[in-house]
């Protein structure tokens, strides 16, 4: 097996990971029980419907039914932009609405409700769909390959760089700024919280809220550091392509290389709701219910059989 069916079987075997984190983190949060506002809940659930579909479209359709079963390709790629900048834009959606609910009290009351975040999720996914309608037009008709005019045009050009732009170099730079910015606010409060403590309870250190402030800080270098790695490699492999005009690979490296950068970026689809909610206490208590319920089922049903 050559180097790029690996890859090609590790994406994959990544997908059918991702589907079904996405499946039962959809599901479980749904059920409202996780100890989440309402707010924080439609964020996560449209993030995790967002990631399925990158899962779906990217994965199962793109790779796999455009290779063995060939369609008509231009709607399904243009479908994949679209649900990557909805997937992306819905993660820099939802570290603004924490920033604001940790450091801004005052716009919390307006901002952190369940009406300003449906408002903001169904903006953010008609944008999304909207601003990435052009590339249907940058296919050959019947064919998975960019047109001429893609790649000598200057419109062209320009709409490429402006997407790579904006999906995601932009919201890296977002995420840094939000979580710089509520890091700070966190350890500026820690410190008068400390200094407060000190002088009522005689330097007693023990400090759950403190604790609890770490976490918070760990969580956002992480959700940071995550977006940004998994994401690195496909930034670079297409700005490089976007600069040399070269569109096409045309050796096992440049396939192996391609191939990991979008492996990575397709992962990442599953990495928010692990550092988001997985990390929550009361979520994995539901999911371990949610995992154990058809067993109880089975073994409630079992036991009624032989009590007859």
Not at 81 to 102: E, K, P
Request: glycine fraction near 4%; charged fraction near 15%; proline fraction near 3%.
């Amino acid at each position: 097996m050559t180097p790029s069916a690996h890859l090609h079987l590790s994406i994959l075997l990544f997908a059918f990971l991702k589907f079904t984190a996405n499946v039962v983190a959809i599901v479980t949060l749904s059920r409202g029980r996780c100890g989440l506002s309402e707010g924080v809940t439609w964020y996560l659930v449209a993030m995790a419907v967002a990631d399925l579909l990158v899962v779906v479209i990217q994965v199962i359709l793109i790779n796999i039914i455009n290779i063995y079963i060939p369609p008509e390709c231009k709607i399904i790629n243009t479908l994949g932009y679209m649900s990557v900048a909805c997937s992306v834009w819905l993660t820099v959606a939802f570290t603004f609405d924490r920033t604001v609910a940790i450091c801004f009290q005052k716009l919390k009351t307006r901002h952190c409700t369940e009406k300003s975040a449906a408002i903001v999720i169904a903006a953010v996914s008609l944008l999304s769909v909207l601003t990435n309608i052009p590339w249907y037009f940058t296919y050959r008709s019947r064919f998975c390959r960019t047109s001429l005019d893609f790649t000598t045009s200057p419109v062209w050009a320009a709409f490429d760089w402006g997407h790579r732009i904006l999906t995601p170099l932009v919201p890296f730079m977002l995420i840094l700024l939000l979580n710089a910015v509520t890091v700070r606010h966190i350890l500026m409060a820690s410190v008068v919280r400390r200094k407060l403590r000190g002088q009522r309870s005689g330097g007693i250190k023990d400090d759950p809220e403190m604790k609890n402030r770490r976490k918070s800080i760990i969580l956002l270098f992480t959700i940071s550091a995550s977006f940004i790695l998994l994401w690195a490699t496909r930034v670079v492999i297409l700005s490089i392509q976007r600069i040399t005009g070269r569109y096409m690979t045309q050796y096992v490296t440049n396939v192996v290389i391609d191939y990991l950068g979008t492996m990575l970026q397709l992962f990442s689809s599953c990495t928010n709701m692990f550092i988001y909610a997985v990390t929550q206490r009361k979520f994995r208590e539901e999911v371990i219910n949610a995992v154990k319920c058809p067993y109880n089922a089975i073994l409630k049903f079992i036991k009624s059989y032989g009590d007859r």
